[in-house]
């Protein structure tokens, strides 16, 4: 019936990445959203690069408009993200000075961006993508110029600003082989122990079909095992990661796509309760979602197909709980 919904039926909040121009111009694409999501992500409009068009100006209306439509809609805001070494603006590319310009920059953004948005975020990947797949610290713009502190830094800057957003630390990959994973739990160890105000681990399982259960299994509970909450913040399951132009979408397909999604949604909602921060699905159906463009690559990795219809998957996922 229609009171089968993602968000009348998942225990946990389940959430969405969305892009800010799809929301306004298409009505199917933000009936979607209002029904299925009870939590939202910007796709891009609280990045950096959107956020900062110049050192000294900050440009809020697109990330305001995502607020606006979250509270008429009563939705969730999760922040993604503050800091990045990628999707910067040219002027931080280009930031002349040393350290301690460097640093008043840093803080000064992480600073503004969270007191702008206090009591209205709830939550914020505060770092992004910072380790590499040997599991040690990416050797970003901001390391650079910061030093490897940067990332406790950022959590103190941001816990300053708003003491009652929960803050995450975000990476991808975390399904794959284990060394990047374990670098990165590691750190997080590190972090609880220094006293860092860091509140959960998320996971985005940007992931594919043909990667094995157990994997998905496996990063959940060892992220798990810090104590810290564990969101999975941008999903989506390809199935076409070899990238051939002329794959055709089968039933097979679907179902293993469906049973892939049922997995990982069990082996979440298996984590203890007060450690299931959500689910968050990165775009809303098989034609926005960023993989297409990315990749360049005929792909169907969503619950929606392209025209906004339940796919096995979206049952696959309702099956998971
Ligand atoms: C992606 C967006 O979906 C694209 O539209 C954009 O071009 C690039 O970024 N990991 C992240 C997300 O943390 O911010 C990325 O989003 C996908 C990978």
């Known amino acids: 019936s229609d009171n089968i919904t993602f968000q009348n039926t998942m225990p946990f909040p389940i959430g969405v990445g969305i892009n ?9 694409y933000r009936a979607i959203v ?3 999501y009870n939590s939202i992500s910007a796709e891009t409009a609280m990045k950096m690069k959107s956020l900062r068009p110049s050192a000294t100006t900050y440009s809020w209306s697109e990330a305001d408009n995502l607020v606006k439509f979250a509270e008429e809609n009563n939705k969730r805001v999760y922040g993604h993200a503050l800091i990045w070494g990628n999707s910067l603006p040219d002027w931080v590319k280009n930031f002349k000075g040393g350290y301690p310009e460097w640093k008043e920059m840093f803080k000064a953004h992480i600073t503004e961006v969270v007191k702008h ?8 990947d505060v770092i992004n993508e910072a380790f590499a ?3 040690d610290l990416k050797n970003t713009i901001w390391r650079q110029k910061l030093g490897p502190n940067y990332i406790d830094m950022a959590f103190i800057f941001a816990h300053r600003a708003d003491p009652s957003a929960i803050l995450f630390i975000n990476d991808y990959g975390m399904e794959y082989g ?8 590691k750190y997080v160890e590190g972090m609880i122990q220094r006293g860092i105000p860091i509140g959960g681990i998320a996971t985005q399982f940007h992931s594919r079909v043909n990667l094995e259960d157990a994997k998905f299994s496996r990063a959940l509970n060892e992220i798990a095992a810090t104590g810290l909450k564990v969101h999975i913040s941008e999903m989506e399951i390809s199935l076409n990661p070899g990238s051939i132009k002329s794959l055709l979408l089968s039933s097979l397909l679907e179902r293993q796509q469906a049973a892939k999604y049922e997995y990982i949604v069990r082996s979440y909602n298996a984590l203890p309760k007060k450690q299931q921060f959500g689910i968050t699905l990165w775009n809303v159906t098989d034609n ?3 993989v297409l463009n990315y990749y360049n690559r ?3 990795p969503l619950p929606f197909d392209g025209n906004y219809q339940k796919k096995p998957a979206y049952q696959g996922i309702l099956n998971g709980v």
């Open 288 to 290: 926005d979602s960023w």
């Open 133 to 135: 797949d040997n599991g």
């Open 117 to 124: 948005f206090k009591g209205k975020v709830v939550a914020w």
């Open 178 to 185: 284990n060394n990047k994973r374990r670098g990165l739990v």
């Open 298 to 300: 005929p792909d169907w």
């Open 34 to 36: 209002v029904k299925e």
């Open 20 to 28: 800010m121009g799809i929301l306004k111009r298409d009505s199917k």
